[in-house]
């Protein structure tokens, strides 16, 4: 490869306003400095020639990426650029170029085959790649990336001639506005999960941080579509949970009544409330959370003087707190999940940590559906949206009352995200099930559940 000039160029003297022609055999392009980038090298070519009435004069210009070249600029010595050289890169003939004769393949038949190929083993990495801006982006867990010349190279270079290889992966470069390109996986990559990165959590890492998070629910997978669903458990004792679920209605509404309670119908505490109220009201598990999160969050508010200690404010705290009370007297399982769940510390969750839990987003609603994609839907919001600032700890206000602001959310979003990679290492065929349906290809499905594992064991 190297710099053919073209045309002639023609300075004016600064002082005489005399004009100097300047022949393309009078200067020799050279590389003077070269830097490896993402793309390759960037070049820095520079060619000079020296005249007595204009000294030394010089042209530079960058190539970055390969073959592709920046502005010409010149330097000369303060006398005025009338008319410049063209420039373009030469390709120069490849020795091995001479075992092609053109007249033993059809040159457009190669370069439809050559296309065809590619387009049918590499896209576009927005199609099927994780994007993880706190990992640098595009996660590239099939190989690459990789230019379309690399490519066509690495597959033709034995059967078509080098320079007709570089123009069909320019022509591809230029129809698409790619340059960066994903292989696209074979079956392989879908057959029972098991190749998604040695970096990926294990099947034990799930079970560790299911243990840790435990729910009185169990995850079942749709037969049709391999979509993750909450079978609840019963309540052992519907009658009292209705009671308690009917004193906590009265007490909402008692505290709304009155504006001088400093909550309303707006207020985070109260849509909670009543979304448990109106979603979850048959699953102790989830009442129990919210009504314990809530009473907390008043409870600090009250303490900080944000709310005032009315007496309709004391009633609410009250049936929050016999309603989970009652819940956990009568359900050993959400009692022995509440003794456990207090032990555990959540981590701050730090901007990065955020930006994880939202991209992860699309892939839970895709494989999840009915109120486990409500529940999960509304938890990640809460977390990256919803979640104020933690306010300080009360005095008196023990580790074990104490309740972190987004806990209950997090052990559900990462304690779910546990059991599904669970359920579905353990499923080939749902794995399967999940990647025709959801939208999602089932590597993406994984690798998402596993970043997400590997997250909770982090935060947890």
Do not use: C
């Not at 393949?105 to 576009?124: I, P, Q």
């Not at 941080?209 to 049709?224: M, N, T, V, Y």
């Not at 052990?411 to 794995?431: D, E, H, Q, T, Y």
């Amino acid at each position: 490869m190297k710099i053919s000039t073209t045309g002639i160029a023609i300075v004016r003297h600064s002082d005489t306003g005399e004009l100097f022609e300047i022949e393309p055999d009078e200067i020799d392009w050279e590389v003077v400095a070269s830097d490896e980038r993402d793309m390759g090298a960037d070049r820095l070519w520079s060619a000079s020639t020296s005249r007595d009435e204009l000294g030394d004069i010089r042209w530079e210009m960058s190539e970055y990426p390969e073959g592709f070249l920046g502005e010409l600029v010149s330097d000369l010595n303060g006398h005025e650029l009338v008319q410049n050289f063209s420039v373009e890169i030469e390709y120069e003939p490849d020795p091995d170029d001479d075992d092609f004769d053109e007249d033993d393949f059809d040159r457009e038949a190669a370069s439809e085959e050559m296309k065809e190929w590619f387009y049918s083993n590499y896209e576009d990495p927005a199609n099927s790649l994780p994007y993880i801006s706190a990992e640098g982006g595009y996660q590239w867990i099939y190989g690459g990336p990789e230019t379309p010349q690399e490519a066509l190279g690495d597959n033709f270079s034995d059967e078509y001639p080098e320079e007709l290889i570089e123009e069909v992966a320019q022509n591809i470069t230029d129809e698409s506005g790619l340059w960066d390109w994903s292989p696209i996986p074979g079956s392989d990559f879908y057959d029972d999960g098991d190749d998604v990165g040695e970096d990926n959590p294990t099947e034990e890492d799930a079970v560790k941080l299911s243990r840790l998070l435990p729910l009185a629910e169990e995850l079942e997978q749709d037969p049709e579509t391999g979509a993750f669903e909450i079978r609840i458990k019963d309540v052992e004792k519907p009658d009292l949970l209705a009671a308690t679920l009917a004193q906590l209605t009265d007490a909402i509404e008692d505290v709304l009544e009155n504006q001088s309670n400093g909550l309303n119908a707006d207020s985070l505490e109260i849509r909670k409330l009543r979304r448990t109220l109106e979603r979850y009201a048959n699953d102790p598990q989830r009442v129990e959370m919210d009504l314990t999160t809530v009473h907390h969050s008043l409870t600090v508010q009250i303490g900080t003087g944000e709310l005032p200690p009315s007496e309709e404010n004391q009633a609410l705290l009250s049936a929050l707190q016999e309603g989970a009370q009652g819940i956990r007297a009568t359900d050993p399982e959400v009692a022995e999940n509440r003794k456990l769940l207090q032990t555990q510390a959540l981590r701050e969750l730090s901007s990065d940590n955020l930006a994880q839990i939202a991209e992860a987003a699309p892939v839970l609603e895709a494989i999840t559906q009915g109120d486990l994609r409500e529940q999960m839907r509304d938890d990640v919001l809460f977390l990256t949206q919803e979640m104020r600032a933690g306010p300080p700890r009360l005095p008196g206000v023990t580790r074990a009352d104490a309740i972190i602001p987004g806990q209950d959310e997090a052990v559900r979003v990462f304690g779910r995200s546990a059991r599904m990679l669970i359920a579905l290492r353990k499923s080939p065929n749902l794995v399967h099930k999940l990647h025709e349906s959801a939208g999602f290809k089932a590597i993406n499905i994984l690798v998402v559940l596993g970043g997400l594992i590997s997250l909770g064991l982090m935060l947890f």
